[in-house]
């Protein structure tokens, strides 16, 4: 069995910034996106169990090679950068179009992703890339077993779950509740060094550069600034019973009660 | 003289909360472009979930056999359809775990410009600018589209939701020699027991952290939030301990919520909470610690045991409702 995780590098949450050109600059030190590394968790789980083989797949600039290297470290096989400077700034259609290319060149039984991103909390690439593959997509996964012949995942709901089943190769997107993420071994990172890190272009993947990036993006930021400051907080520092009547009439004076 | 389209959600034969909200939504960007609006409902009883969204303006009710199949994968192709038929401007869908697959399946499909995480929208010129708050909340940011067609998914309460001064008719379409997306089968659906109320839609959350100690500290918030007639929310922290679900999750790997109030309890603060919570009317921390950086974003702070006083505090809102 193989499995491809879709892992975006993000800037450390906390230090995001935007550019001159209101694009999130890329520059700055990334890490592996939170939510995605639910997924390299499960995905590694299910090596463990089935001896399947975990392929990590990312777009993104030189600075997402150090994710990369930690995944290698935790456990995956192999990785797979895309990068090219013509990617940078580009909307959600190109992201898809790219990530799509890319696994039409990987043979895999499941491709996952994370439920969204820190830095973008769209949510919607891997319905979209599911979609353009011909491939059944699962989401909101909080449970992920192989069957015989396909993958049943627990899909949350409002009040439990629902139990979803798909023929193989499908695109699963998982929660947190696939489990914590494991710690690179000292051994991992020791053998994540020779493990294969293949770095593919847009010519790789044969999509032309003017397709993608901010040049040809669909969509714009128009301006962003700090949000509107909250007042800063009353503080109450009275005796319990006190401190709860002066909340009450707080709380009745906004009528929030 | 733009054509604004609302996806709705139907959930017990119902239309969501998130469905009035953008079919208001859809109407005041209309009115702003001068176009026209409509609401569209793909579900199984179509026309009766319709019938309820009529009051906030037109709506097209398309019946489709949903049996054994995720939501999106009914509603998508067919809304899909539609847009290739009349080809509306921009399209708003709501951002529910079901709408974000819609809108992701609907991009592989139309390949449309998205925007997405919209907490506000308004027109301009020629498209809607939509609001998002962005790093954490550190900055809020307005994007546009480049040309005159899109999505747009929206969050909850980024309007109140409103009727329409004339109510819409409804249009019942039948869609034939729909091309289906790969199948998915719905093969059981679990009702978890003691399933607690839904953060999404929710008024007033009464929010856990650390600070409440255990499992059993939660029966405190959850009698608070039922004497305030809320939700329960949660830290990630505790939904990692099991104190909690996951559904109840507040934050950046859980849910961003906008309540009128959120009361949060012995919850320090971290950016990734913040993250679900800082839009919320009013926010009111009970914490011990006064330095805590919910201090930042609070705007009434309680300094005390979350024990001493959410008791208490329940007790007091209880008295005050059986007062009347």
């Given at each position: 069995?193989?499995?491809?995780?879709?892992?975006?590098?993000?800037?450390?949450?906390?230090?995001e910034r935007l550019g001159s050109d209101l694009l999130t600059d890329?520059?700055?030190?990334?890490?592996?996106?939170?939510?995605?590394?639910?997924?390299?968790?499960?995905?590694?789980?299910?090596?463990?169990?089935?001896?399947?083989?975990?392929?990590?797949?990312?777009?993104?600039?030189?600075?997402?090679?150090?994710?990369?290297?930690?995944?290698?470290?935790?456990?995956?096989?192999?990785?797979?950068?895309?990068?090219?400077?013509?990617?940078r700034g580009s909307d959600t259609r190109?992201?898809?179009?790219?990530?799509?290319?890319?696994?039409?060149?990987?043979?895999?039984?499941?491709?996952?992703?994370?439920?969204?991103?820190?830095d973008g909390q769209g949510?919607?690439?891997?319905?979209?890339?599911?979609?353009?593959?011909?491939?059944?997509?699962?989401?909101?996964?909080?449970?992920?077993?192989?069957?015989?012949?396909?993958?049943?995942?627990?899909?949350?709901?409002?009040?439990?779950?629902?139990?979803?089943?798909?023929?193989?190769?499908?695109?699963?997107?998982?929660?947190?509740?696939?489990?914590?993420?494991?710690?690179?071994?000292?051994?991992?990172?020791?053998?994540?060094?020779?493990?294969?890190?293949?770095?593919?272009?847009?010519?790789?993947?044969?999509?032309?550069?003017?397709?993608?990036g901010a040049a040809s993006s669909t969509t714009k930021t128009l301006d962003a600034d700090r949000p509107p400051?909250?007042?800063?907080?009353?503080?109450?520092?009275?005796?319990?019973?006190?401190?709860?009547?002066?909340?009450?009439?707080?709380?009745?004076?906004?009528?929030?009660? | 003289?733009a054509?604004?389209?609302?996806?709705?959600?139907?959930?017990?034969?119902?239309?969501?909360?998130?469905?009035?909200?953008?079919?208001?939504l859809?109407?005041?960007l209309?009115?702003a472009s001068?176009?026209?609006?409509?609401?569209?409902?793909?579900?199984?009883?179509?026309?009766?979930?319709?019938?309820?969204?009529?009051?906030?303006?037109?709506?097209?009710?398309?019946?489709?056999?949903?049996?054994?199949?995720?939501?999106?994968?009914?509603?998508?192709?067919?809304?899909?359809?539609?847009?290739?038929?009349?080809?509306?401007s921009f399209?708003l869908?709501?951002?529910?775990?079901?709408?974000?697959?819609?809108?992701?399946?609907?991009?592989?499909?139309?390949?449309?410009p998205i925007l997405y995480n919209g907490a506000a929208v308004d027109w301009a010129d020629t498209a809607p600018r939509v609001e998002m708050s962005t790093f954490?909340g550190k900055l809020v940011t307005h994007s546009t589209f480049n040309g005159t067609r899109g999505i747009v998914v929206v969050r909850?309460?980024s309007?109140?939701?409103?009727?329409?001064?004339?109510?819409?008719?409804?249009?019942?379409?039948?869609?034939?020699?729909?091309?289906?997306?790969?199948?998915?089968?719905?093969?059981?659906?679990?009702?978890?027991?003691?399933?607690?109320?839904?953060?999404?839609?929710?008024?007033?959350?009464?929010?856990?952290?650390?600070?409440?100690?255990?499992?059993?500290?939660?029966?405190?918030?959850?009698?608070?939030?039922?004497?305030?007639?809320?939700?329960?929310?949660?830290?990630?922290?505790?939904?990692?301990?099991?104190?909690?679900?996951?559904?109840?999750?507040?934050?950046?790997?859980?849910?961003?919520?906008?309540?009128?109030?959120?009361?949060?309890?012995?919850?320090?603060?971290?950016?990734?909470?913040?993250?679900?919570?800082?839009?919320?009317?009013?926010?009111?921390?009970?914490?011990?610690?006064?330095?805590?950086?919910?201090?930042?974003?609070?705007?009434?702070?309680?300094?005390?045991?979350?024990?001493?006083?959410?008791?208490?505090?329940?007790?007091?809102?209880?008295?005050?409702?059986?007062?009347?």
């Amino acid at each position: 069995m193989n499995i491809v995780v879709l892992l975006k590098a993000v800037p450390v949450v906390g230090t995001e910034r935007l550019g001159s050109d209101l694009l999130t600059d890329r520059s700055v030190q990334l890490e592996a996106n939170g939510n995605d590394e639910y997924l390299l968790e499960k995905a590694l789980k299910l090596a463990d169990a089935h001896g399947a083989e975990v392929t990590v797949l990312t777009v993104g600039p030189a600075g997402a090679t150090e994710p990369l290297r930690k995944a290698l470290a935790m456990g995956a096989a192999c990785a797979v950068h895309v990068a090219d400077d013509a990617i940078r700034g580009s909307d959600t259609r190109a992201t898809v179009e790219i990530l799509t290319a890319a696994l039409r060149k990987l043979t895999f039984d499941l491709a996952f992703v994370g439920a969204d991103t820190s830095d973008g909390q769209g949510g919607v690439v891997g319905a979209a890339v599911a979609v353009k593959l011909g491939l059944p997509y699962l989401s909101y996964a909080s449970e992920i077993e192989p069957t015989d012949t396909g993958v049943r995942i627990h899909r949350l709901t409002t009040t439990g779950y629902d139990v979803l089943e798909a023929p193989t190769p499908a695109v699963v997107m998982g929660t947190q509740l696939l489990g914590a993420p494991r710690y690179p071994s000292l051994r991992g990172i020791m053998q994540a060094r020779t493990k294969p890190m293949d770095g593919w272009t847009l010519a790789d993947l044969g999509i032309d550069a003017a397709s993608v990036g901010a040049a040809s993006s669909t969509t714009k930021t128009l301006d962003a600034d700090r949000p509107p400051e909250r007042a800063g907080a009353t503080f109450v520092r009275e005796a319990p019973d006190m401190a709860v009547a002066q909340l009450v009439d707080f709380l009745a004076s906004r009528r929030l009660i | 003289m733009a054509e604004i389209w609302a996806v709705g959600e139907v959930a017990d034969g119902q239309p969501t909360k998130l469905t009035l909200e953008l079919a208001t939504l859809a109407r005041r960007l209309a009115e702003a472009s001068g176009g026209q609006a409509r609401t569209l409902i793909v579900a199984e009883g179509a026309q009766q979930a319709a019938s309820a969204v009529a009051p906030y303006g037109p709506v097209t009710a398309v019946e489709a056999d949903a049996s054994g199949r995720p939501v999106a994968l009914v509603v998508a192709p067919r809304v899909s359809a539609l847009l290739a038929r009349r080809q509306p401007s921009f399209v708003l869908v709501g951002a529910s775990n079901d709408g974000k697959d819609i809108a992701g399946m609907l991009v592989g499909l139309t390949d449309l410009p998205i925007l997405y995480n919209g907490a506000a929208v308004d027109w301009a010129d020629t498209a809607p600018r939509v609001e998002m708050s962005t790093f954490g909340g550190k900055l809020v940011t307005h994007s546009t589209f480049n040309g005159t067609r899109g999505i747009v998914v929206v969050r909850a309460a980024s309007v109140t939701a409103e009727p329409a001064a004339t109510a819409g008719q409804v249009e019942v379409v039948t869609l034939d020699g729909i091309s289906e997306l790969p199948a998915v089968k719905v093969v059981d659906s679990i009702t978890e027991a003691g399933a607690a109320a839904p953060i999404e839609e929710a008024r007033i959350i009464v929010g856990g952290g650390r600070g409440v100690g255990s499992p059993e500290g939660f029966r405190m918030i959850e009698a608070l939030a039922e004497a305030l007639g809320g939700a329960v929310g949660a830290t990630r922290a505790v939904v990692d301990a099991g104190w909690i679900g996951y559904s109840q999750q507040i934050g950046q790997t859980g849910k961003i919520v906008k309540p009128a109030l959120y009361v949060a309890c012995g919850i320090s603060g971290a950016i990734q909470h913040k993250v679900g919570v800082q839009t919320a009317g009013t926010i009111v921390a009970i914490n011990r610690d006064p330095d805590a950086p919910i201090a930042e974003f609070a705007d009434l702070f309680v300094v005390g045991d979350v024990f001493e006083i959410v008791p208490r505090l329940t007790e007091a809102i209880n008295a005050r409702k059986s007062a009347g």
